[in-house]
Protein backbone atom coordinates (compact mmCIF):
# COMPACT_ATOMS: atom_id res chain seq x y z
CA UNK A 1 0.00 0.00 0.00
CA UNK A 2 1.18 3.40 -0.84
CA UNK A 3 1.34 6.29 1.75
CA UNK A 4 -0.51 9.09 0.22
CA UNK A 5 0.36 12.69 0.94
CA UNK A 6 -1.27 15.96 1.82
CA UNK A 7 -1.32 17.25 -2.12
CA UNK A 8 -3.26 13.98 -3.06
CA UNK A 9 -5.95 15.25 -0.91
CA UNK A 10 -5.58 18.90 -2.70
CA UNK A 11 -9.06 19.78 -4.02
CA UNK A 12 -8.34 22.22 -7.20
CA UNK A 13 -9.84 25.13 -8.77
CA UNK A 14 -7.52 26.82 -11.25
CA UNK A 15 -8.90 29.56 -13.63
CA UNK A 16 -6.84 32.07 -15.98
CA UNK A 17 -5.83 34.24 -13.89
CA UNK A 18 -5.94 33.00 -10.60
CA UNK A 19 -6.14 29.70 -7.82
CA UNK A 20 -8.32 28.30 -4.83
CA UNK A 21 -7.07 25.49 -3.57
CA UNK A 22 -8.30 23.55 -0.44
CA UNK A 23 -8.18 20.19 1.76
CA UNK A 24 -10.12 19.35 4.42
CA UNK A 25 -10.17 16.90 7.60
CA UNK A 26 -9.83 16.56 11.30
CA UNK A 27 -7.49 18.74 13.30
CA UNK A 28 -6.86 17.83 16.84
CA UNK A 29 -5.32 21.32 17.75
CA UNK A 30 -7.37 24.83 18.24
CA UNK A 31 -6.85 27.28 15.93
CA UNK A 32 -5.53 29.38 18.97
CA UNK A 33 -2.94 26.80 19.61
CA UNK A 34 -1.95 26.11 15.94
CA UNK A 35 -1.64 29.94 15.58
CA UNK A 36 0.74 30.24 18.48
CA UNK A 37 2.92 27.40 17.32
CA UNK A 38 3.02 28.03 13.95
CA UNK A 39 6.08 29.23 12.35
CA UNK A 40 6.02 29.10 8.35
CA UNK A 41 5.31 31.53 5.70
CA UNK A 42 2.55 33.21 6.57
CA UNK A 43 0.84 35.69 8.71
CA UNK A 44 -2.22 35.25 10.52
CA UNK A 45 -4.64 37.54 12.15
CA UNK A 46 -6.47 36.72 15.72
CA UNK A 47 -8.67 33.64 15.80
CA UNK A 48 -12.34 35.03 14.70
CA UNK A 49 -14.74 32.99 17.16
CA UNK A 50 -18.41 32.48 15.26
CA UNK A 51 -21.20 30.58 16.69
CA UNK A 52 -20.36 27.49 14.47
CA UNK A 53 -17.04 27.41 13.90
CA UNK A 54 -13.73 29.31 14.71
CA UNK A 55 -11.81 30.39 11.83
CA UNK A 56 -8.32 31.64 11.00
CA UNK A 57 -7.40 34.40 7.99
CA UNK A 58 -3.91 34.55 7.00
CA UNK A 59 -1.38 35.87 4.28
CA UNK A 60 2.21 35.10 3.13
CA UNK A 61 3.51 38.07 0.71
CA UNK A 62 5.70 38.09 -2.61
CA UNK A 63 3.62 36.77 -4.17
CA UNK A 64 0.15 37.41 -2.33
CA UNK A 65 -1.55 34.22 -1.13
CA UNK A 66 -4.59 34.48 1.46
CA UNK A 67 -5.26 31.43 3.62
CA UNK A 68 -8.61 30.80 5.51
CA UNK A 69 -8.72 27.48 8.22
CA UNK A 70 -12.45 27.21 9.57
CA UNK A 71 -12.47 24.39 12.15
CA UNK A 72 -16.24 23.20 13.91
CA UNK A 73 -15.22 20.54 16.39
CA UNK A 74 -12.42 18.81 15.24
CA UNK A 75 -13.48 19.21 11.50
CA UNK A 76 -11.44 21.69 9.20
CA UNK A 77 -10.97 22.95 6.00
CA UNK A 78 -7.63 24.87 4.74
CA UNK A 79 -8.53 27.35 2.02
CA UNK A 80 -5.44 29.49 -0.12
CA UNK A 81 -5.99 31.55 -3.14
CA UNK A 82 -3.88 33.53 -5.08
CA UNK A 83 -2.46 34.53 -8.49
CA UNK A 84 0.98 32.60 -8.61
CA UNK A 85 -0.39 28.94 -8.48
CA UNK A 86 2.87 26.78 -7.54
CA UNK A 87 3.46 29.18 -4.34
CA UNK A 88 -0.46 28.79 -3.78
CA UNK A 89 -0.29 25.32 -3.60
CA UNK A 90 3.02 25.51 -1.85
CA UNK A 91 1.33 27.56 1.26
CA UNK A 92 -1.41 25.03 1.16
CA UNK A 93 0.70 22.39 1.90
CA UNK A 94 2.84 23.98 4.06
CA UNK A 95 -0.30 25.14 6.38
CA UNK A 96 -2.18 21.72 6.23
CA UNK A 97 1.18 19.94 7.14
CA UNK A 98 1.83 22.27 10.26
CA UNK A 99 -1.60 21.99 11.44
CA UNK A 100 -1.52 18.39 11.86
CA UNK A 101 -4.83 17.81 9.30
CA UNK A 102 -5.71 14.56 9.26
CA UNK A 103 -7.17 14.66 5.56
CA UNK A 104 -10.21 13.68 4.09
CA UNK A 105 -11.64 12.95 0.54
CA UNK A 106 -14.52 14.38 -0.26
CA UNK A 107 -16.41 16.98 -2.42
CA UNK A 108 -17.34 19.12 0.85
CA UNK A 109 -15.07 21.75 -0.53
CA UNK A 110 -16.15 22.21 -4.05
CA UNK A 111 -19.13 24.79 -2.64
CA UNK A 112 -17.19 26.84 -0.45
CA UNK A 113 -14.95 27.12 -3.54
CA UNK A 114 -17.37 27.67 -5.78
CA UNK A 115 -18.56 30.81 -3.97
CA UNK A 116 -14.85 32.13 -3.69
CA UNK A 117 -14.14 31.62 -7.57
CA UNK A 118 -17.35 33.51 -8.21
CA UNK A 119 -16.58 36.41 -5.94
CA UNK A 120 -12.93 36.48 -7.13
CA UNK A 121 -14.10 36.79 -10.75
CA UNK A 122 -17.39 38.97 -9.85
CA UNK A 123 -15.94 41.31 -7.98
CA UNK A 124 -12.53 41.37 -6.77
CA UNK A 125 -11.05 40.70 -10.36
CA UNK A 126 -12.81 43.29 -11.94
CA UNK A 127 -12.17 46.26 -9.28
CA UNK A 128 -8.35 45.60 -9.28
CA UNK A 129 -8.43 45.40 -13.13
CA UNK A 130 -10.21 49.31 -12.66
CA UNK A 131 -8.05 50.60 -9.92
CA UNK A 132 -4.65 49.17 -12.13
CA UNK A 133 -6.42 50.43 -14.87
CA UNK A 134 -7.05 54.24 -13.34
CA UNK A 135 -3.85 54.13 -11.80
CA UNK A 136 -1.46 53.31 -14.05
CA UNK A 137 -0.11 50.15 -11.52
CA UNK A 138 -0.12 46.72 -12.69
CA UNK A 139 -3.31 44.42 -12.00
CA UNK A 140 -1.31 41.87 -9.66
CA UNK A 141 0.26 44.47 -7.63
CA UNK A 142 -3.55 46.10 -7.14
CA UNK A 143 -4.79 43.17 -6.28
CA UNK A 144 -2.67 41.94 -3.80
CA UNK A 145 -2.68 45.63 -2.24
CA UNK A 146 -6.88 45.10 -1.89
CA UNK A 147 -6.32 41.80 -0.64
CA UNK A 148 -4.32 42.77 2.18
CA UNK A 149 -5.93 45.76 3.13
CA UNK A 150 -9.24 43.19 3.27
CA UNK A 151 -6.86 41.07 5.78
CA UNK A 152 -6.08 43.47 7.86
CA UNK A 153 -9.83 44.35 8.59
CA UNK A 154 -9.27 40.62 10.92
CA UNK A 155 -7.23 42.59 12.88
CA UNK A 156 -10.01 45.22 13.58
CA UNK A 157 -8.63 47.93 11.80
CA UNK A 158 -10.66 50.70 10.37
CA UNK A 159 -11.07 50.07 6.68
CA UNK A 160 -9.47 53.61 5.33
CA UNK A 161 -6.51 52.88 8.04
CA UNK A 162 -6.18 49.10 6.51
CA UNK A 163 -5.98 50.86 2.77
CA UNK A 164 -3.42 53.42 3.94
CA UNK A 165 -1.39 50.47 5.63
CA UNK A 166 -1.55 48.10 1.77
CA UNK A 167 -0.28 51.40 0.33
CA UNK A 168 2.37 51.72 2.61
CA UNK A 169 3.51 47.91 2.89
CA UNK A 170 3.23 47.56 -1.20
CA UNK A 171 4.73 51.57 -1.34
CA UNK A 172 2.05 52.89 -4.04
CA UNK A 173 -0.75 54.91 -3.44
CA UNK A 174 -4.09 54.50 -5.23
CA UNK A 175 -5.91 57.28 -2.73
CA UNK A 176 -5.62 60.96 -2.51
CA UNK A 177 -4.16 61.24 1.03
CA UNK A 178 -6.54 63.34 1.78
CA UNK A 179 -9.82 60.62 1.34
CA UNK A 180 -7.16 58.73 4.10
Not at 60 to 71: E, F, N, W
Not at 106 to 123: F, H, I, T
Not at 143 to 167: C, D, Q, S, T
Request: proline residues 4%.
Amino acid sequence: MTTQKLKDFFVVRAFDRFSIMGIEGTMEKSLEEFRQQYKGNVEFAPVKKEPERDFLAGVSLKPLVDTTIARSNKSASIFTVGLDYKKTKIILEEVAEASGLSPVRGDALVPSMDEMAYVEKALNMPTAEKIAKATGHEFSTIWELVRYANYLGYWGIPEMERIAKAEEKFGIHIFPKKLL
